[in-house]
């Protein structure tokens, strides 16, 4: 059974510093992982996609890695705004069965001005 | 503008009485599936559907039922909702589960009293 850790729970840091979110996934078999942004009390915003024989994806201020083999992923979120402020969401599309998406239960990141 | 809707965003009720919660996407997707969100657990998949006419159970499905008559439709319905199924609940869509993004409606938080 696939299950997704994301470590720390937690986050707080100054406005400007780069940050890294972990994702640690227990089963390779996967299409792909997703990481999102989910605001207080909203839906989820998709962030980045990355499928399974990639490495790494980029957005703006956003860099995801994958390592597959070793079950992990990063968020790398580059010179941190108050406006990042929110809970990530790390995913994962397991292969076989309903192909739904496994979630981490998040990190809640805080960035303070 | 490509989106998930869901209605209604905000539901209070009482035991017992059948309510149906709807979930509409405008992308021409093939897949679809509804999500709960409850603190401490996560994001839990509770049913969906590969195409109109086909849909299977998720990790959560006691209490619910969904139908896929439109490709474009697949609500999700309580026919006798108790406490608790009090949750966020989240409708997601992609062109086909495998190595496809999903995209997240807006949320329905649901008061069973």
């Known amino acids: 059974k696939q299950e997704v850790t994301q470590i720390p729970a937690a986050l707080s840091v100054p406005e400007g510093e780069n940050l890294v979110l972990n994702c640690s996934f227990t089963?390779?078999?996967?299409?792909?992982l997703q990481w999102f942004r989910q605001d207080p009390g909203k839906g989820l915003t998709s962030l980045l996609l990355?499928?399974?024989?990639?490495r790494e994806q980029t957005s703006g201020r956003l860099n995801a890695s994958l390592d597959k083999s070793s079950g992990r992923s990063t968020l790398y979120i580059a010179a941190s705004q108050p406006g990042d402020s929110a809970t990530y969401l790390c995913?994962?599309?397991?292969?076989?069965?309903?192909?739904?998406?496994?979630f981490g239960k998040g990190t809640k990141l805080t960035v303070n001005p | 503008e490509a989106q998930v809707t869901q209605n209604p965003r905000y539901l209070i009720t009482v035991t017992g009485k059948k309510l149906t919660v709807t979930c509409s996407q405008n992308?021409?997707?093939?897949?679809m599936s509804w999500y709960r969100q409850d603190p401490g657990l996560g994001l839990r998949q509770i049913y969906y559907?590969?195409?109109?006419?086909?849909?299977d159970k998720g990790d959560v499905p006691e209490g619910y039922k969904v139908s896929r008559k439109e490709k474009r439709n697949f609500p999700l319905i309580l026919e006798s909702p108790s406490p608790n199924q009090t949750s966020l609940y989240f409708c997601?869509?992609?062109?086909?589960?495998?190595?496809?993004?999903?995209?997240f409606g807006p949320g329905t938080r649901l008061t069973v009293l």
């Open positions: 992308m021409n997707h093939e897949y």
């Open positions: 997601a869509s992609s062109f086909g589960a495998s190595y496809n993004e999903q995209f």
């Open positions: 089963d390779s078999a996967i299409y792909n």
């Open positions: 995913a994962v599309l397991s292969q076989g069965g309903s192909e739904k998406l496994v």
């Open positions: 559907s590969m195409n109109v006419e086909v849909t």
């Open positions: 990355i499928q399974s024989s990639q």
